[in-house]
């Protein structure tokens, strides 16, 4: 079986490499030997062993009868999208790891592959070599899915890390970041959030069967965490994480991306460094969790592979069902309840006790001149109504019990 792998960046040597070094294991779960045919790169690689198969012009590939699934992990929408396409309309399979791709046109690509009889496949898209994509479309069949919550950007998971337990700058612990090879080359998509909103757009998707647009999406990076946040979460034993989640409330759909302060009472709090993790609560399941390393070569072209051997697996056969094109209506997030953790200048300490309903005050070691607390439950909208009455330092969504954190520690 003849593949072609588009881009030799991070993820398409990722790809090289593990096909190049276990070609008896891949041609053993695949039922038949799989060769790479071509690697399309717009550079050159002298002294590089893809040397030999590497070509510059896409239609040398679209073109060639021999090969059948083409591997995508170029990245960007354009000309990604374009050539997808062409390759599913020409019934060639496709595996990509290209998150942009899959949040903007994963329902048109899969209705191509669908009537093609083959497969546009993206396990790599979400949460790099964790296995969410085929769980979600082929083993939680039986489920109606009512939250989806991941921290699905290991930059971003491993700053906050970093922040955590080394007390570092936000700026250092990107740099560092950066080198390892997690970033995104634009470091907004992983800080601002919105690469964990690609992905939640992918997952939400993924489970109501419908489009969801991540540019509906409420989205807030981890920009604004500072280290003093950091510090009254380590005073009442708390992390703070990236969340991408949606869920259903009174037969509502909210989805956000936001940072949140959870306990040692929630699943996702022990989901540290660059690894990301995914929670899906099903109406008859109850919780399941998919943990692992949620970005890095090996790791994402990891699972890349294993959706290029279920495509030769499957030849002529489509076995992504779920996603149609229909849209899905968000619920406006200024209904949705949550609990906050708030600091304000000391000075707005009465005021602030007026405005929210304190549940609980906290204090940190160090810090002095201001006033922190939990809210109790209360709409997002009446959240915004009450801060802007008052100067807000910071304000965190919580998850959990604030309570019984402390006695967690
Ligand atoms: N920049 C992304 C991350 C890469 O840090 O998770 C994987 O999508």
Same mark, same amino acid.
């Given at each position: 079986m003849k593949i072609a792998i588009l881009g030799? @960046? !991070?993820?398409? +040597?990722? =790809? &090289?490499? *593990?096909?190049?070094?276990?070609?008896?294991g891949i041609a053993r779960r695949a039922g038949k030997e799989i060769e790479i045919k071509y690697v399309l790169d717009l550079r050159d690689f002298p002294g590089n062993p893809v040397e030999e198969v590497l070509v510059h012009d896409f239609a040398q590939?679209?073109?060639?009868?021999?090969? +059948?699934? *083409?591997v995508e992990v170029m990245g960007g929408v354009e000309p990604a999208y374009s050539f997808v396409k062409e390759a599913l309309l020409k019934g060639k399979s496709v595996c990509t790891s290209n998150k942009e791709l899959v949040a903007k046109h994963g329902a048109e690509l899969l209705e191509i592959a669908k009537q093609k009889k083959e497969n546009f496949l993206f396990?790599? +898209?979400? @949460?790099?070599?964790?296995p969410i994509i085929r769980p979600l479309n082929q083993s939680l069949t039986v489920d109606e899915i009512q939250e989806v919550t991941g921290i699905l950007n290991g930059t971003t998971n491993y700053i906050l890390t970093k922040m955590r337990d080394e007390g570092a700058d936000f700026a250092d612990v990107l740099a560092?970041?950066?080198?390892?090879?997690y970033a995104e080359r634009n470091p907004s998509a992983d800080v601002d959030g919105y690469d964990a909103g690609r992905k939640i757009a992918i997952l939400t998707s993924l489970a109501y069967g419908m489009q969801v647009d991540y540019e509906d999406i409420y989205t807030e990076g981890i920009t604004k965490i500072t280290k003093e946040d950091i510090a009254y979460a380590n005073a009442?034993?708390?992390?703070?994480?990236? &969340? @991408?989640?949606s869920k259903t409330v009174d037969g509502k759909v909210y989805a956000m991306v936001a940072p949140c302060m959870i306990g040692r009472d929630h699943?996702?709090?022990? =989901?540290d460094d660059v690894f990301n993790a995914v929670l899906v609560r099903g109406n008859f399941l109850g919780d399941v969790m998919f943990y692992g390393k949620g970005a890095g070569k090996l790791p994402t072209a990891s699972a890349v592979v294993s959706d290029v051997v279920d495509a030769v697996k499957h030849q002529g056969v489509n076995v992504m069902t779920i996603w149609n094109s229909r849209k899905l209506e968000l619920a406006d997030i200024n209904t949705l309840q949550s609990s906050f953790f708030v600091r304000v200048p000391a000075a707005?300490? #009465?005021?602030? $006790? +007026?405005? &929210?309903? =304190?549940?609980?005050?906290? !204090?940190? #070691?160090?810090?002095?001149? #201001?006033?922190? &607390?939990?809210? $109790?439950p209360m709409a997002?909208?009446?959240?915004? @109504?009450a801060a802007a009455k008052t100067k807000v330092l910071s304000r965190i969504r919580v998850e959990g019990t604030t309570k019984k954190w402390r006695n967690m520690i």
């Open positions: 030799y @960046g !991070t993820v398409g +040597s990722g =790809v &090289f490499e *593990i096909v190049r070094s276990n070609p008896e590939i679209v073109d060639d009868p021999e090969v +059948s699934v *083409i396990e790599a +898209s979400v @949460g790099g070599g964790i560092d970041a950066q080198a390892r090879g009442v034993g708390a992390n703070i994480k990236l &969340f @991408g989640t699943p996702l709090y022990v =989901v707005e300490k #009465e005021k602030a $006790k +007026s405005l &929210f309903a =304190v549940d609980q005050e906290v !204090t940190a #070691e160090g810090i002095a001149g #201001e006033y922190a &607390f939990f809210t $109790k997002e909208g009446d959240f915004q @109504g």
